[in-house]
């Protein structure tokens, strides 16, 4: 079983910036990728980044270039630290965490709302 709680989210201005941690616990050792994804009302969850248990690095073409995510082995913490934010990143963000074994297993944390103002 894994645990996940995020954290860092809160209203802040267009182009300001937040940083968002997820703390996880629990069997660590056996997540190979955590992910950061997102929902903002009315529209479907959006994978906004990915971290794997190498280090390896992905985004969403919304978030290149303004969001970076990264990772703490010692803490079990990921972060994903957001600049230039927009109206429309506005949305609950979510950790998911990925053990790929087959069938994979997801877990998933409750969320933490980011509010970005015009």
């Known amino acids: 079983q894994v645990q996940l709680v995020e954290s860092g989210g809160g209203l802040v201005q267009a182009g300001g910036s937040l940083r968002l941690s997820c703390v996880a616990s629990?069997?660590?050792?056996?997540?190979?990728?955590i992910n950061w994804y997102r929902q903002a009302p009315g529209k479907q969850r959006e994978l906004v980044a990915s971290i794997s248990s190498g280090g390896s690095t992905n985004y969403a073409d919304s978030a290149k270039g303004r969001f970076t995510i990264s990772r703490d082995n010692a803490d079990n913490a990921v972060y994903l630290q957001m600049n230039s934010l927009k109206p429309e990143d506005t949305a609950t963000y979510y950790c998911?965490?990925?053990?790929?074994?087959?069938?994979?297993?997801?877990?998933w944390g409750k969320g933490t709302l980011v509010t970005v103002s015009s």
């Open positions: 998911n965490a990925l053990i790929l074994n087959l069938p994979p297993i997801a877990y």
């Open positions: 629990g069997s660590t050792s056996s997540i190979n990728v």
